[in-house]
């Protein structure tokens, strides 16, 4: 490496005096320049920066590919919340008017002493309940979660 220093700096001489270069010389100068004419320390740091410009040519058009790829499958799962909760309260308030229009007049009026039927959902645990209050005052809850309409109904003359 030292001796290579050593050339490549009688090359800068000659080129400032204006002196001409060998075959061999002018090859030196054109791969190693003045980059080399310091130490092995900038021949390293030369290097790095060469493999990190190898590096950024290779990783920038993955990175420009995978990146907006990832951003869609955000947004895809973000949307997919938002409509699966949007689902969810339509769900939600679609049982509570069945329960409040339908199932509470039908139980008064089938005779079996009850005064109201009211749908309820906790948020939290997103448990769903159909309270029912009989005419004596007695009050009965019952576990409608993930019924549909039908099994609703089922759930609440048991």
Not at 10 to 22: A, E, M
Not at 39 to 68: G, K, M, S, Y
Request: net charge negative; charged share 25%.
């Amino acid at each position: 490496m030292q001796e290579l220093n050593q050339t490549l700096n009688t090359i800068k001489s000659k080129q400032k005096l204006g002196l001409p270069l060998t075959d061999r010389e002018r090859a030196l100068w054109t791969l190693y320049g003045d980059n080399n004419t310091n130490d092995a320390a900038t021949a390293a740091d030369a290097a790095a920066t060469a493999r990190a410009e190898l590096c950024a040519t290779i990783i920038a058009p993955i990175i420009a590919v995978v990146v907006p790829i990832i951003d869609a499958i955000a947004l895809r799962v973000k949307q997919t919340s938002v409509e699966q909760t949007r689902a969810e309260l339509n769900d939600y308030a679609r049982k509570g008017d069945f329960v409040a229009k339908y199932l509470s007049p039908m139980l008064a009026a089938a005779d079996m002493n009850v005064e109201t039927a009211t749908y309820r959902c906790h948020v939290d645990t997103h448990e769903e309940y159909v309270d029912i209050v009989y005419k004596g005052g007695h009050k009965r809850r019952v576990c409608v979660t993930a019924d549909s309409l039908q099994a609703l109904i089922l759930d609440v003359m048991r």
